[in-house]
């Protein structure tokens, strides 16, 4: 009895040592598939490709650390990582190159609808902008008369802006945008969405939970109007790789 009873508890031994073994090996791999589903991403491997960004994973709990050239490429980064599955926490660490660029300041509103166009698949990215004393000229080739309206409309409503000028050319060779079926990943859409629901006039103020499965977007929070609710809608379903909007926000 007592050598079976001696084996016993040399099992339970065995079986809290392989357990014990496990959760580092487990925590590892999936710190590993964190740090790596980041660099892979659509946001980091298009808007952020240029910036010096280390990213170090602990149990799920993300540290960004690095030299970005812009400060919405911090946010960017942080809403990408932080949508990825595993994350627990964001630690960003991000600093700007260069001194950064005063608040509302003309630079900074050119950059900040620079930015805003380049999330959209119908608007074209390679679109000029320059801003003066709060008035935007935008400039470059448009497909169609519609797209150069939207781009107008677009710029209009980023916070800061006081009229547009819209100066684009339409042309038929103008560069093509994406197809709403570009595959990008969710993590990214859902960075995608809400810095652009940030960066909107009309939509900034909102306070908005952004998921993503397989593409299709889903919308929770309050929206003021039953206008504000269809914008969100409208301009979440104008993002690059968003296949679909499912806005379940309520009207207050």
Do not use: C
């Amino acid at each position: 009895m007592k050598t079976k009873a001696m084996y016993a508890v040399a099992l339970m031994v065995a079986a809290v040592a392989l357990i014990a073994m496990s959760v580092p090996v487990h925590a590892s791999t999936m710190d590993a598939r964190i740090e790596s589903s980041a660099k892979k991403s659509h946001v980091f491997k298009t808007y952020l490709k240029n910036d010096d960004i280390k990213v170090q994973s602990r149990d799920g709990a993300v540290t960004l650390s690095g030299i970005v050239s812009e400060e919405s490429h911090k946010s960017l980064a942080q809403e990408t990582v932080a949508g990825l599955p595993g994350v627990k926490s964001v630690d960003n660490k991000l600093e700007v190159k260069g001194a950064p660029l005063p608040a509302n300041s003309d630079a900074w509103l050119s950059a900040k609808v620079k930015t805003t166009l380049l999330f959209h698949q119908n608007v074209s990215a390679m679109t000029e902008v320059n801003a003066k004393d709060g008035i935007v000229t935008l400039q470059g080739d448009a497909s169609s008369q519609a797209q150069k309206d939207l781009t107008t409309e677009y710029a209009k409503d980023v916070e800061g802006v006081k009229d547009v000028k819209n100066e684009m050319t339409v042309t038929k060779t103008s560069n093509k945008t994406r197809t709403v079926g570009d595959k990008i990943d969710d993590a990214s859409i859902t960075a995608l969405v809400k810095m652009t629901l940030l960066y909107h006039r009309s939509t900034s103020a909102l306070n908005t939970k952004v998921e993503t499965k397989s593409g299709v977007v889903t919308l929770y929070g309050k929206a003021r109007t039953t206008a504000e609710l269809n914008l969100a809608t409208k301009l979440a379903n104008d993002v690059h790789g968003v296949k679909g909007v499912k806005n379940q926000m309520t009207i207050e």
